[in-house]
């Protein structure tokens, strides 16, 4: 039997108006999605425990087994064991996305945040900018006071580390979730140390307005990298084995460091395939024949696509629905018809890990649909894959519960 695990990310979602009061599941055409679930169970799932923040952080370390209550100690320290950053006792990890601020006359706290992903800019102009703004000279000694240093993300993402850093009390907020807002509420409050990260936000907002490569960006049209964002703070951490616990041994398909980092800290593989993005126009091909591949050697494959999520933090409804789509037409389906002809068993586990709302365009902790399929069995429930049907089905507690249900333990 092989096992395979799926992950839409943010496909989950509230009714929307403009869609004639259906969820983008709903209103999406994804007929053989809908025919796997027809033959299988559809049920809800609580990913996200009741407190903490509602994410893929939270709610992909349930997915893979592990109890945020017991792990979770920040977001940014599992991206960062994605590229073997070590933390040592009292560094702290956070992200550092390259936002785009609105621009004006007015003072730094009235501006508003316009992309939690600077227009998702490029990796490698992402990584020029703030490489740019890390060696100017005055960012360079408000850094080395505060005794930060920054790794390259290849992306909007970057991961700061602060040696010996207080952030007892600390108060940071993901940007994605507030998009639209006036930035003074939201900057890091809680602690000494949140002063220390005010005051390298704004200066890199200084610095970053008359950055030659941001005027670039916008003579081409697109938004400028005009600030840096900290949040997902946290300290180092360590995850439970996947395979002394649950006996399976395989690899993680993504693009997203978050859950090459997952994967890296429980003793998964690692595969970013050619054309990954984590954007709409990642390759689902790439990402399936990796997966087919991972089958070959192990018995366990996952794959995470970041599409729908992005999509909807953008505000794009158009894309989040052709993300949905392309899972059925260019992985689901592809998927399954070249395991059927490999002659394997398998079992399939597509699930949203959080829901992203196309009302806030940020995320929510509730509930979401999952769908497990047995080519073995045929449940004849006859359901669709979506929100509502998910309700109608087993009610899962908790996201630790899942991988249980996929290995039939």
Known sequence: MKYILVIGDGMADNPVEALGGLTPLEYAKKPFIDELAAKGEVGSVLNVPYGLPAGSDTAIMSIFGCDPNLYYTGRAPLEAAATGIKLN????????????????????????????????????????????????????????????????????????????????????????????EKIGPLLPTGCENAAVLRELMVKANEILEKLPQNAELIAQGKMPANG????????????????????????????VPLCHGIAALVGLGIVCPEGATGEID????????????????????????????????????????????????????????????KGWDYRILFLSDHKTLTATRGHDGDPVPYLLYDSTEDTKNGLPYTEASGLKGPQVDAGVRLMGLLFEK
């Open 89 to 180: 006792a009292g560094d702290v990890a956070y992200r550092c996305n390259m936002v785009t601020y609105e621009q004006g006359d007015m003072p730094f706290e009235e501006r508003k945040i316009l992309s939690h992903s600077a227009g998702s800019i490029e990796g490698e102009v992402s990584d020029e900018i703030v490489t740019a703004l890390f060696n100017d000279p005055e960012f360079a000694a408000l850094a080395e006071e505060a005794g930060m240093s920054v790794n390259l993300g290849h992306s909007f993402r970057h991961i700061a580390v602060q040696a010996q850093a207080d952030i007892k009390g600390i108060k940071l907020i993901p940007p994605h979730d507030h998009l639209g």
């Open 228 to 255: 840096v964002w900290f949040w997902a703070e946290g300290t180092a951490v360590a995850l439970p084995d996947f395979e002394q616990k649950n006996g399976h041994t395989g690899a993680v398909v993504s693009a």
């Open 282 to 341: 990642t390759n689902y091909e790439n990402k399936m024949q990796a997966v087919l591949d991972i089958l070959e050697e192990n018995d366990f494959a996952a794959v995470h696509v970041e599409a729908p999520d992005e999509c909807t933090h953008n505000g794009d409804l158009e894309g989040k629905i052709q993300a949905i789509e392309w899972l059925d037409t260019r992985m689901l389906r592809p998927m399954t018809a070249a395991l059927d002809a």
